[in-house]
Every structure is written in C-alpha cells, then in structure tokens.
C-alpha cells in the first residue's frame, strides 16, 4: 500500500501539487486521472524519491517479492527497491547508443537480476528481436514497450506506471491491458496515470482524480462511473417533456421531437418521467468516465 499524505510540490513560485492526500491499497489497478498540467507525474516523481515535496510524504506499506516487509517507509529509504516498485515516468531517458537487450541487462544486473529475467521481460512485451536494436532508433511505443520491460523485471509487487500505453498499437495496449490483470491476478498493486478514460475504465477498479494539482475525486470505480447519457425519441405528434428542472440532468439538448441529456440522479425518478411520454425509442448509455469526470471538474 501507498499512502500518500499531505504531499505539495512547488517549483519556484509555480505550485505543481497542493496538499495532496490518497491511498493506493493493495491488489487492486487504480487509475490516478486528469487534465495535462494537474499535477500528476510530478506526484508520482515525489512519491518515488525522484523529486523532494516541499511537504508532506509518500509512504510505502508492503512485502517485496523476496518476503521482506516493510512499514510507512518512504521509497528512497527501502532496500531492493526493483523487487517492491517497477516504475514508468519517461519514455525518452534511455541510453541512445545501446542496444534495447544492453540496455535492460546493465540495469537489472546493477540490481542482481539475471539475463534470463530480462529474456522473460522483452518476450512479454513482443522485443525479443527488435531488442538487438539501438535504443536510438526505436519509435516511441517501441521505447514505452522498452520501459514496460525493465518495470516488470524485478517481479515488483507495486507498479507506478505514468501514462504507460502512450504511443503503444492498439494490439499492443491490450497485450498490455492482460498483463496488468495478470499481475494484479499476482496480487500486485498498480497506479496507473493515464489521461485515456476508456484504459482506465476497463482496467481500474479505483479512480483518484486530479485537478490543478488537488485530489477532486477518489473512489471506486463503479461508484465513480456514475453519469449515464440519455436518448429519447417521443411520438411525432408530442413534444418531449422538459427534463432540464428535473435533478441528476445535465446537458440537455432538444432537437424536434428528440431529447438527451446527462443523467446521474435517481433512476426511478427518471423512469418515472419518461413514463409520462409517448415514447417510440430510448436509448440509456453505459456509465460514462469521461462524463463524470467532467461533473468532477465543473464543481472546483
């Protein structure tokens, strides 16, 4: 577990995180999620010792994959860091002139980890041939792919992965979807950042959102996932009922004898509503992440 406490970060005068407190628990993907700018690889940074808070602390909670415990320890005081975190924070910081299989071994040897370990790693992210390659020449997803490897290597039990599927092929971001569940299946934990809803929504089982570096949102995800898109279609000869006083709508737009709206109220209030209407189609969408965070945003 991360618990992370009253955590701000400034640079200079510019205030990147402010007052941040949240919990990663154990065994579960949580999806840490906002706008470019709100503070988020900046956390992850602070988290694991890569940049100092101005206050606050991040604070590690666990056993690594050797059976060691650990208690409300910050990441750079912990020993075998590779076996407890795998991290992804920057897809270009790679050594140009190596090889990507170079590459990977020099750093997991400087942790004690064998050859065959990294074999293991590139084969799980499709690089056993391209490996050979110098880093230099390798496309981003083929970097992110790079970096996916060396997080996994240590079998860490915790991964911190700031927007990981970035440049990565559809093909590719499902291989990597399996591999989180895979991992988690393992009981590792996971923060993922990612400002791609629809990843987040089919991996996370939690969500912390984040906005002008403040938490505005921290929940499980299918109580987070609350705004369902509304599509009614009245009979010709009537006009749709007006929706816009009604609570839990947002959004509305009526076009002829169509209406849709937002909608994360009551749902008996609503059906309640739309019986009075001589209805010829509904439509009511899957809860929709996007949407919410949106509500999320327009409330700070």
Known sequence: ??????????????????????????????????????????????????????T??????????QGNTYSNQPFSTLKNKPSIAGAI??????????????????????????????????????????????????????????????????HPRLLILDEPTNGLAPLMQEVFATTLREAVDRDATVLLSSHILAEVQHIATRVVAQRGGQVVADAPLNSFTAVRTVDALV???????????????????????RVTFEWTGDPNVLVDKLRKCQLTALTVGEPDLEATLRSYYRAV
Request: glycine share 14%; net charge positive; with cysteine.
């Open 1 to 54: 577990m991360i618990t992370v406490e009253r955590l701000s970060k400034k640079y200079g005068s510019k205030l990147a995180v402010d007052d941040l407190s949240f919990t990663v628990p154990d065994g579960v993907v949580t999806g840490f999620l906002g706008p470019n700018g709100s503070g988020k690889s900046t956390t992850m940074r602070c988290m694991l010792g890569l940049d100092t808070p101005t």
């Open 56 to 65: 606050g602390q991040a604070l590690f909670t666990g056993t690594d994959s």
């Open 89 to 154: 924070l920057d897809a270009g910081w790679h050594n140009k002139a190596r090889s990507g299989r170079a590459h990977l071994r020099a750093l997991a040897r400087g942790a004690g980890i064998p050859d065959t370990r990294v074999e293991e790693c590139l084969e799980q992210v499709g690089m056993t041939e391209a490996a050979k390659d110098k880093v230099g020449g390798y496309s981003l997803g083929m970097k992110q792919r790079l970096g996916i490897a060396l997080a996994l290597v240590g």
């Open 235 to 257: 009979d010709a000869t009537s006009s749709p009922p007006d929706f816009t006083t009604l609570e839990g709508t947002d959004k509305v737009r009526v076009r002829g004898n």
